[in-house]
């Protein structure tokens, strides 16, 4: 299972940002979904994790400024985050639990997309 996460850049404070993470493969059927976030100076922390019946997890504080959501059909995981702040620049990577026939369920991993928050 692949993964590739897009749809970060430049935003100003206050702005908003959709990120979006794709899942492909073959013969896969996702679990769960998940964004982290990499600060500079500090440790990947979790953003939100969504299940593929729709129950969702935020990390602290993020719930109110950040929505998940997953396309089931599409494979696909969206973060949508609004009112950005200059402490959300981050790169942000998606990762997936999903089940194959020949591994059984596993976490894969994609490569991140950069948010930069300008004050």
């Known amino acids: 299972v692949q993964l590739q996460a897009y749809g970060g850049g430049l935003v100003q404070a206050g702005g908003s940002l959709r990120l979006s993470c794709a899942a492909s493969?073959?013969?896969?059927?996702?679990?769960?979904m998940t964004w982290y976030r990499h600060r500079p100076g500090k440790q990947r922390e979790l953003v939100a994790t969504?299940?593929?019946?729709?129950?969702?997890n935020y990390g602290d504080s993020l719930k109110d400024r950040f929505t998940i959501s997953l396309d089931t059909v599409k494979n696909t995981v969206y973060l949508q985050m609004r009112n950005l702040r200059p402490e959300d620049t981050a790169t942000y990577s998606c990762?997936?639990?999903?089940?194959?026939?020949?591994?059984?369920?596993?976490?894969?991993w994609g490569l991140g997309t950069q948010v930069t928050v300008s004050s």
């Open positions: 493969g073959h013969d896969f059927i996702i679990n769960t």
């Open positions: 969504i299940t593929k019946d729709g129950s969702t």
């Open positions: 990762s997936a639990n999903a089940w194959t026939l020949r591994l059984g369920p596993v976490d894969y």
